[in-house]
């Protein structure tokens, strides 16, 4: 068996991929979360009460950024590092926050994994620290022109993986996840927003003329590409695009939308955003190379997933929004 820490296990990305790993039985898992205020603790709960009576599972309350709190965390092979403030908007309100859980927390992890001797360290990073660069779709050697502190944190904690990984061995891998969505979905996140909306006949404030578009790629495929990362050793550091190779403008999303859910939104069409970049799309030929990723998904069969966790929830969910 396999010892994986993962931080944030209790969030979105984080528990979608505990159940996978769980289900292999290949694993034993330990996950860190301070449970942060972000969002509903009612939806982290959610996420992992499937996981807490399972013998090759442990939920270690704890923070990131304390050596203490990662100390209680047993012997380990593998980090896979999710835990982070994460979102665009808040970051330009609260930047000296995420640069502290983010780039503070992401170093102290690798100082616990240099003390520790654990040599697998697997990092969400994001297709946000591309930025405002308009050469799409992205590969790995472009530019990088971060245009929010949430990116140029993730950027940081990229550069620091290069650092750790040069001077004592730790092979860095880090996954620039693209906008990703599925159930257990972040309520901050636009698809999970523009359900519960519409579903509640409120409107959905849409920034700018709908033409902004994102490679939205579903869980599950990004979930694949994390768990080829673990066994990943061909060399000691990679920085590769988990995307989905499609973009969707903000109109084709609400339309799509708008179709499982079999009503129509209300728009509240609002200013386009700071820190918000116009596009995002990902050349995933990497990825295919180094970790055989091949997304499948469409986003008319991931929305129709979303809605039936959202449904089957739905009390929960949003009791504490
Ligand atoms: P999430 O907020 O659902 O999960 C993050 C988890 O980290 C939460 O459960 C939170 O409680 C925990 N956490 C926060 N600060 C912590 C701390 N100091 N110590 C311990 N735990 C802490 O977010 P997610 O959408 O699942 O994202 C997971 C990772 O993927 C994040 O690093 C995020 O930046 C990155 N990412 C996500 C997306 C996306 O579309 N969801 C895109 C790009 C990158």
Known sequence: MVNILITGGAGFIGSNLIRVLLQSGQYKITAIDNFDNFYSLAQKELNIRDFLNHPDFKLVKGDIRYMPDLNQVGD??????LAAKAGVRP???NPVLYQDVNVGGTQTLLEFAKERGIKQFVFASSSSVYGINHNVPWNEEEKLLPISPYASTKLSAEMLGHVYSRLYGIRFLALRFFTVYGPAQRPDLAIHKFFKNILNEIAIPVYGDGSTSRDYTFVADTVKGIVSAINYDKSSFEIINLGNNKTVTLSQ?????????????????????????????????????????????????????????????????????
């Open 76 to 81: 380990i092979d593998v980090i896979i590092h």
């Open 91 to 93: 970051s330009i309100k």
């Open 253 to 321: 999303l609400i339309g799509a939308i708008e179709k499982v859910c079999g009503t129509s939104a209300i728009i509240d069409r609002q200013p386009e955003q700071p820190g918000d970049v116009p596009q995002t799309f990902a050349d995933i030929t990497k990825a295919q190379e180094l970790l055989d990723y091949h997304p499948s998904t469409s986003l008319e069969d991931g929305l129709q997933q979303f809605y039936t966790w959202f449904k089957a929830y739905e009390d929960v969910i949003q009791k504490d929004y």
